[in-house]
């Protein structure tokens, strides 16, 4: 019975891996890359892990095998958002069926500053600027 469920883990783990590939070639631009890769690549190594913490049925395997998962988990997402944020602020192009670029109007390619929208508004962390005042003759 153990071996059904590791080879189903082995199994889907590639599956994902092989996902993840065929994204990354068939894909469009950068950013489509980047979310096949990371979210079929995180969930081929999270299955991976799981059949070999299943095989070895060992505590420090399982330890070992979940905290490369948690691992996987936290690093996976803020790897994906840098290397987006990275390409989009280099320049690379878009896929032309894109339909919405939300950073456009807040990006300023000349001083490569991103703004919120938000920085004026009574919500904004930021104080807004003082108004200059004056001078007195």
Do not use: C, Q
Request: net charge negative; aromatic share 10%.
């Amino acid at each position: 019975m153990t071996e059904i469920l590791v080879s189903a883990f082995l199994l889907a783990g590639a599956s994902f891996m092989l996902l993840a590939a065929v994204g990354i070639v068939r894909l469009p631009d950068l950013p489509t890359r980047m979310h096949a890769s990371t979210k079929a690549g995180a969930m081929g190594a999270m299955f991976t892990m799981g059949g070999v913490a299943f095989f070895f049925a060992d505590s420090v395997v399982f330890a070992r095998a979940f905290a490369i998962v948690v691992f996987i988990l936290i690093t996976s997402p803020i790897a994906a958002h840098v290397i987006g944020r990275a390409g989009y602020f280099t320049g690379t192009t878009l896929w032309d069926g894109t339909v919405k670029d939300e950073l456009r109007e807040n990006y300023d390619s000349d001083t490569h500053k991103l703004s919120s929208g938000y920085e004026g508004s009574p919500e904004s962390v930021t104080p807004p600027p003082e108004p200059e005042s004056p001078e007195d003759p």
